[in-house]
T-cell receptor, first 112, second 113 residues
Framework: GDSVTQMEGPVTLSEEACLTI???????????LFWYVQYPGEGLQLLLK?????DKGSNKGFEATYRKETTSFHLEKGSVQVSDSAVYFC???????????FGKGTSLLVTP | GAGVSQSPSNKVTEKGKDVELRCDPI?????LYWYRQSLGQGLEFLIY????????KSGLPSDRFSAERTGGSVSTLTIQRTQQEDSAVYLC???????????FGSGTRLTVV
């Protein structure tokens, strides 16, 4: 079945460091891919998405490119801020239905 | 409403009691989902409703769990004879299509003592 694998955290970075959170997926066909973010004490929010191969989703300085050849959707940011501290979830939606499959989440802590 | 509303935000119940969790999705969203988020376990899919179609119940962990959606809008997740392992945050989300992504509610934190 469809699945998503994320790098395990926690990830601790200093402010202004570069961030990469790896995400790979297994799915038949051409799924849509998403990154969600959960700030402390809050619900999940959609951060960015890509619906077809080679699409790049971007938002708030974060980017992720849908790579079908490597079945990956890594999340990147060139310079993180303390306010980026949160848990990040990679997810996919297969073509066969609406339900999203989520990875286990990666906790990010950015220190001043 | 403007967002997905869940109630209550917190619920403490005694082991063996039944609980009902409510979700009010975004108006016009045809799909509604329930997920469970346990500490260190990520998001576990429970059930989803799509329009008037039969719900996908494949994620419900046991027959103590059930959900309904009345009039294609509000949904209630019921857990009967609660157990301590049911303690988690129960998240509801809704969406209008497959590619737009979900809008999540803030969740109900259930604690079974």
């Amino acid at each position: 079945g469809d699945s998503v694998t994320q790098m395990e955290g926690p990830v601790t970075l200093s402010e202004e460091a570069c961030l990469t959170i790896n995400c790979t997926y297994t799915a038949t066909g051409y799924p849509s891919l998403f990154w969600y973010v959960q700030y402390p004490g809050e619900g999940l929010q959609l951060l960015l998405k890509a619906t077809k191969a080679d699409d790049k989703g971007s938002n708030k300085g974060f980017e992720a490119t849908y790579r079908k050849e490597t079945t990956s959707f890594h999340l990147e940011k060139g310079s993180v801020q303390v306010s980026d501290s949160a848990v990040y979830f990679c997810a996919l939606n297969s073509n066969s239905g609406y339900a999203l499959n989520f990875g286990k989440g990666t906790s990010l802590l950015v220190t001043p | 409403g403007a967002g997905v509303s869940q109630s209550p935000s917190n619920k403490v119940t005694e082991k063996g009691k039944d609980v009902e969790l409510r979700c009010d999705p975004i108006s016009g969203h045809t799909a509604l989902y329930w997920y469970r988020q346990s500490l260190g376990q990520g998001l576990e899919f429970l059930i989803y409703f799509q329009g008037n179609s039969a719900p996908d119940k494949s994620g419900l962990p046991s027959d103590r769990f059930s959900a309904e959606r009345t009039g294609g809008s509000v949904s209630t997740l019921t857990i009967q004879r609660t157990q301590q392992e049911d303690s988690a945050v129960y998240l509801c989300a809704s969406s209008s299509d497959r590619v737009g992504g979900y809008t999540f509610g803030s969740g109900t934190r259930l604690t079974v003592v």
